[in-house]
């Protein structure tokens, strides 16, 4: 089971490309609204969410967890006493956490990317505390997968699936789709 949250202002693009990339490889994928089952994107799209935050689940069927950036919808996710649970529960048994956009930046002030190579939207690299940064799309490293933003939102699906799944998986997926 994989949990996409969202949060009032998320960037709808960073939530939609993975959520459709990992149901293609037959992943259990939920929305979860923070707060409501019906949220607003920051282009103003509203969205009906599968589940909301205070009925979730953390268990050992978690694979993963994502968390689409956007503005205010980092802030939003932060300031979610569930999503900082998730975090939590899957830094500490070692599942994966994907966050794009701002939303790494979330992960640094937890310290969870000391020593990590990481990624994100520009101008919050100070953000990631202890990451070294790095000026590529996307990059995985142990189980954390960040990428910069809406414009690379396909290659950060290609990635989680990379990472839960394989390199091969996420290669074949990329031709299917017809990514360069």
Do not use: W
């Not at 990624?119 to 910069?148: K, Q, S």
């Amino acid at each position: 089971m994989i949990y996409v949250f969202l949060a009032q202002g998320f960037e709808e693009t960073e939530a939609i490309a993975p959520i459709d990339l990992l149901r293609r490889c037959g992943k259990e994928v939920y929305t979860v609204g923070i707060g409501d089952s019906i949220i607003k994107s920051s282009h103003n799209v509203t969205f009906f969410t599968d589940t909301e935050d205070l009925l979730i689940e953390l268990n050992s069927d978690l694979e993963m967890i994502v968390l689409p950036g956007g503005m205010p919808g980092t802030v939003n996710l932060e300031k979610s006493e569930a999503v900082q649970a998730a975090i939590d529960y899957c830094a500490k048994n070692n599942i994966l956490i994907g966050a794009i956009c701002a939303a790494p930046s979330i992960l640094g002030h937890k310290g969870l990317l000391k020593g990590k190579k990481a990624v994100c939207y520009t101008g919050y690299e100070d953000e990631l505390t202890g990451a070294e940064v790095l000026d590529v799309p996307a990059v995985i490293d142990g189980n954390i997968v960040t990428a910069r933003g809406a414009g690379v939102a396909v290659e950060f699906g290609l990635k989680l699936v990379e990472a839960l799944i394989s390199k091969e998986r996420s290669d074949k997926l990329k031709e299917a789709i017809l990514c360069p």
